[in-house]
């Protein structure tokens, strides 16, 4: 089946202008993450959402960054007033919490190709 | 917060030598740790994990072993493969909540 898709794969913007990253899961994948990696560095967490709701936001780095997932399927990363500090690849992840064999909890998360921002 | 670090940074083998790539994390509360592979221009892929309550996990060359009093976890790779080369991510997650992860290492490994 189709996996995790993001789009755009590559988006240019000047310094000051807002951006649109959209990420879409797969399909029945309850969990979602965002994450952004810089060259070089491992990914770092933004935002967790369970269902519709933000569950642990607490890696936004600041009020410009702002994530939403309205019907609990599709989500999008916002980011206002851009700077050349947020260039970087954002990478979405989604997962389906159940059970394994063994009854331990079991949360594989499969990643996007990611958005790869570059801020002018 | 939790604190994943992972070293080395670069990692070279001879093919058919072993690696291992190790990381130490701060949270005693954080009871699962991936790993993933990562190969250039491409997304991270998960290829074992290991919950905090075994100590030992393994997959035909891949095993991961988890000491939870120290706080750190390793990633061996026996016979490694050229195709094996890449970078490598650990992570470090409480209850599957936030990841977090380490800096990568990149292994190289030489025909």
């Known amino acids: 089946g189709a996996g995790v898709s993001q789009t755009p794969s590559n988006k240019v913007t000047e310094k000051g202008k807002y951006v649109e990253l959209r990420c879409d899961p797969i399909s029945g994948h309850t969990a979602l993450y965002w994450y952004r990696q810089s060259l070089g560095q491992g990914p770092e967490f933004l935002i967790y959402?369970?269902?519709?709701?933000?569950?642990?936001d607490s890696g936004l780095p600041n009020d410009r960054f702002f994530a939403v997932r309205p019907e609990g399927s599709v989500s999008t990363l916002k980011i206002q007033r851009t700077e050349r500090g947020d260039s970087a690849v954002y990478l979405c992840?989604?997962?389906?919490?159940?059970?394994?064999?063994?009854?331990?909890?079991?949360?594989?998360?499969?990643f996007g190709p990611g958005t790869r921002l570059t801020v002018l | 917060g939790e604190n994943v670090e992972q070293h080395p940074s670069t990692l070279s083998v001879q093919e058919g030598d072993s690696a291992v790539i190790k990381c130490t994390y701060s949270d005693s509360a954080s009871n699962y740790f991936p790993w993933y592979k990562q190969e250039l221009g491409k997304r991270p892929q998960l290829i074992i994990d290991i919950r905090s309550n075994v100590g030992e996990k393994k997959d035909q060359r891949i095993a991961v072993t988890l000491n939870k009093t120290a706080k750190h976890f390793s990633l061996h790779i026996t016979e490694t493969q050229p195709e094996d080369s890449a970078v490598y991510f650990c992570a470090a997650s409480q209850a599957f909540n936030k990841f977090y992860f380490g800096s990568g290492t990149k292994l190289n490994v030489k025909p």
């Open positions: 959402f369970q269902g519709t709701g933000a569950a642990d």
């Open positions: 992840a989604s997962s389906s919490r159940g059970l394994d064999r063994e009854n331990n909890a079991y949360n594989e998360q499969f």
